[in-house]
């Protein structure tokens, strides 16, 4: 190991969220660990996705704030967003953890690769170097997709990547894409004083989540002037002097300075030696057991190069859970519903769990409880509308908690809890809830549920 090429106990190709996770924890449990990151080790989460959009949607609630200052009876006005400062703020975010990741690596004595890696028979190669490993997790991640045709130039017709480093608020945006990456720009954009507009295929914003927070969330974006063109599909774009028009399936057209594409994210999974190798791939995606094992023994893969959830989160459980698999831990596999998922829009909408069509699908007979925060002194304070949507199977456990509203990502804890608890309602309502906080319309939920209600209006 003299010139740091190995053999090591576990080899890591891509330092983001999935990577570092397992190298850190693979370090802790006394394994030989290299890392190899061909660009920021804190990959897209840290760079390019969770912090920088969340530092903005932070300028943005900052920003309307100020502009609603005068119902709170504080005196402001609202001169409007200074983008550079902007950026400055959230490079400042994400720089001081991208030292404190690489400090946390190095303390553990995890040797980090600067460069391109590429899997072979005995390690990954980097350059002329192979860096041997008695197992390699691979742990590329995901890029920005496109529609077929639809060209990302980068000025007019954009991605997060782009929209991230934008020195200016565009005067209008149409949003391709209601998942949570679109909504999220949407809602930055519109808390800066842009016109946007989301276009999606399906008939609602985050298909994905329970159909009552979608609804809850169009609601509040139509009342804060974010257009929706739902259900309709996109048809084509053309680049003008101005800006761009999106010509829809309906016929409709819609003018804008820029076009986000939010079309999904695909795996990083070519070029790098993972079909030569034999690791078998399905739709672009690396195919895994409950163990991240690849279809190669000794190849791992996590994050979201696997077709879990694209969470930062799920690929930190991920590296974890390959660590302590490698170091015979017995781990338990990971349960991908009980991870809470959050889009930190204004409102916020947060769950864990399953949704009601799910619950159906897998054959329970389900009982539904919806608490409106108009019920909740601490929502109205911070003067957000939205609910908590609980789920159960008929005389048994929550299998999904559903919530809408301003700050209420910070519930899905609480929610986390309860749903990997398998716990009855009964036994929330035992818990009391402080007063007053967002936390009470849960609390109010299962003492509904639990057929002892005290604030709910019939
Ligand atoms: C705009 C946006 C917002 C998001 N917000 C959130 C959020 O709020 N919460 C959340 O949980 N998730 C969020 N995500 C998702 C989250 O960023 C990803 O799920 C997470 O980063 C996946 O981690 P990963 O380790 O699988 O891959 P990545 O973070 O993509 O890391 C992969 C790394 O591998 C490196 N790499 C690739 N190929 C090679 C190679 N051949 N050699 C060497 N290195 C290589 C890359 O440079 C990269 O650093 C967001 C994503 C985006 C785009």
Not at 62 to 80: H, K, L, P, W
Not at 137 to 166: F, M, N, Q, Y
Not at 338 to 347: A, K, L, M, Q
Not at 421 to 429: D, H, I, M, T, Y
Request: net charge negative.
């Amino acid at each position: 190991m003299a010139d740091g090429s190995g053999p090591y106990d576990i080899v890591v190709l891509g330092g983001g969220s999935g990577g570092y996770a397992c190298a850190l924890r693979a370090a802790e449990l006394g394994k030989t660990v290299a890392l190899i990151e061909k660009d920021k080790i804190g990959g897209t989460c840290l760079h390019r996705g969770c912090i920088p959009t969340k530092a903005l949607l932070h300028s943005a609630e900052v920003a309307d704030e100020t502009r609603e200052s005068a119902t709170y009876g504080v005196r402001a006005r609202f001169e409007g967003i200074d983008v550079p400062a902007v950026h400055a703020f959230k490079d400042k975010i994400v720089t001081r953890a991208w030292k404190g990741v690489q400090g946390l690596l190095k303390s553990k004595n995890v040797t980090i690769i600067e460069g391109e890696g590429r899997l072979v028979s005995n390690g990954v190669a980097v350059g002329d170097t192979v860096y041997e490993g008695r197992n390699i997790v691979l742990a590329t991640g995901s890029a920005p997709k496109s529609l077929p045709g639809l060209e990302i130039d980068g000025e007019r017709i954009i991605t997060s990547e782009h929209a991230l480093k934008l020195d200016r608020v565009p005067a209008s945006v149409v949003v391709l894409g209601g998942g949570v990456i679109g909504v999220e720009f949407a809602s930055v954009w519109r808390s800066f004083g842009a016109e946007v507009t989301i276009v999606e295929g399906l008939p609602h914003l985050l298909p994905l989540e329970e159909e009552s927070s979608s609804k809850l969330l169009e609601r509040a974006f139509r009342r804060r002037g974010i257009k929706q063109e739902l259900g309709v599909f996109f048809e084509g774009v053309k680049i003008t002097d101005n800006g761009v028009v999106v010509t829809l399936a309906n016929g409709k057209t819609l003018d804008a300075e820029l076009l986000l594409v939010a079309v999904g994210r695909g795996a990083v999974s070519t070029g790098m030696g993972l079909e030569e190798a034999g690791v078998a791939i399905e739709r672009g995606t690396v195919t895994v057991n409950e163990f991240c094992q690849t279809s190669v023994p000794g190849v791992y893969a996590v994050g979201d190069l696997i077709p879990t959830l694209q969470l930062a989160h799920a690929g930190f459980a991920e590296g974890i859970l390959v660590a302590e698999h490698i170091a015979g831990l017995n781990p338990v596999p990971i349960d991908y519903d009980g991870v809470p998922r959050i889009t930190y829009s204004d409102p916020e909408v947060a769950s864990v769990g399953i949704t009601a069509v799910q619950a159906k699908e897998r054959g329970h007979e389900i009982v539904e409880f919806t608490y409106d925060l108009a019920g909740n002194p601490k929502s109205q304070i911070l003067q957000t509308q939205g609910a908590v949507k609980i789920i159960t199977a008929k005389d048994g456990p929550v299998l999904g908690v559903h919530m809408v509203g301003r700050r209420i990502g910070e519930l899905v804890t609480e929610g986390q809890l309860i749903y990997n608890w398998e716990a009855l309602p009964a036994e929330v309502a035992q818990l009391i809830h402080a007063h007053p906080t967002q936390s009470e319309a849960i609390g109010e939920a299962m003492l509904a549920m639990a057929g002892k209600p005290l604030h709910v209006h019939n």
